[in-house]
């Protein structure tokens, strides 16, 4: 399969961006099953719930966050995960000026395959502006070179859940408004320290439901 790349961290989706800048991290769960129809049924499951953004503070008992699919306009998506939505992320603390409360990010990339021993989907987020607002300026903790890339992928008996953090540094040089600048440092500083690798650690193994 041309679109998965192994790496020094099992198998990684071509959309995922190589790491230059900043801090990196990754979060990841895998479980390995007795036969192919319970590895198709785990890797259909927790497929159907990484695309459900809209549940993912419901899955974790909201130890993330408050997520919501929202299209170009920033009205409410009530579907799945897909290009060119944002993502309006509502974080525990005080939100930006810019975003009005919230952080906001888009899915620029999405792919997905599948072969008889080897199946995946993936889509890859970055930080994005406020759709509700004219202004260009990013609304996120992060700056606009950072990503996160969510994959499930099933590899023959086993499955496995994993969100890839990339070039991760804090928004201070991408908003205007000072007190955005001072927040984006703090926050996003915790975050790439550490912090969103053990939150998305909490999703990832969320993504099994009642079979965790």
Known sequence: MESFTEKWFGFQPEILPEQFVGRMLSARSTKTFADTDAANMAYLKARERLLNVNEWGAYTNEALADFQLVDENGEKVSGKAAKGLRIRIDIPGPGTFEGEGFDWALIEEMEEDAREDLEYVAFRVRPAANPEKK?????????????????????????TCAIYDRNLSANTE???????????????NLAASGLSGVQWQALVDALWGEMA
Do not use: C, I
Not at 174 to 188: C, E, F, P, S, W
């Open 174 to 188: 991408h908003t205007t408004n000072l007190a955005d600048k001072m927040r984006n440092a703090v926050v996003g």
């Open 135 to 159: 202004k260009s300026e990013v609304a996120h903790f992060y700056n606009p070179q950072s990503t996160s890339t969510m994959v499930v992928y099933r590899d023959d008996l086993s499955v």
